[in-house]
C-alpha cells in the first residue's frame, strides 16, 4: 500500500513551500521534467489559442495535454507513481513553478 507523501516532520503537507521540494523530488529524471515542460507549455498555448480565436472547445484537451506528457514521464521515465491526486492543487501548480523554474535556469532542462 502506497503511503501518502509527508513533509520532515511525518505529517502531510501544509503548504506549496513545504510541497515544492517533493515535488521536485519526484522529477528528477531530466526526460520527464522535460516532458512536463512540453505539457505545461501547450497548456498554455492551448489556453491562449482558445482565448484569442474564442475556440472554447479546445479547452477540452487541456486534461490530455498536460497530463498525457507528465504521466509518460513518470511511468516511463521516472517510474513513480503520481502523487497528482492526492495533492491536485499542489501538483498543477508545481507544474508552474517548474515550468517558470525551468525558463529562468532555477531547475535544469
Not at 1 to 13: I, S, V
Not at 81 to 91: C, D, G, I, P, V
Amino acid at each position: 500500500m502506497e503511503q501518502t507523501p509527508q513533509n520532515d516532520t511525518g505529517r502531510g503537507f501544509q503548504s506549496f513551500s513545504e510541497f515544492y521540494p517533493f515535488y521536485l523530488g519526484e522529477h528528477e529524471n531530466r526526460t520527464s521534467r522535460r516532458l512536463h515542460f512540453c505539457g505545461t507549455l501547450l497548456v498554455i498555448a492551448l489556453t491562449v489559442t482558445a482565448v484569442v480565436l474564442r475556440l472554447p472547445l479546445l479547452l477540452v484537451l487541456l486534461p490530455l495535454t498536460g497530463y498525457g506528457f507528465a504521466w509518460v514521464g513518470h511511468y516511463v521515465f521516472e517510474k513513480k507513481r503520481l502523487a497528482t491526486f492526492k495533492h491536485l492543487f499542489y501538483s498543477l501548480l508545481g507544474d508552474f513553478v517548474m515550468f517558470k523554474d525551468i525558463l529562468i535556469g532555477r531547475v535544469p532542462f
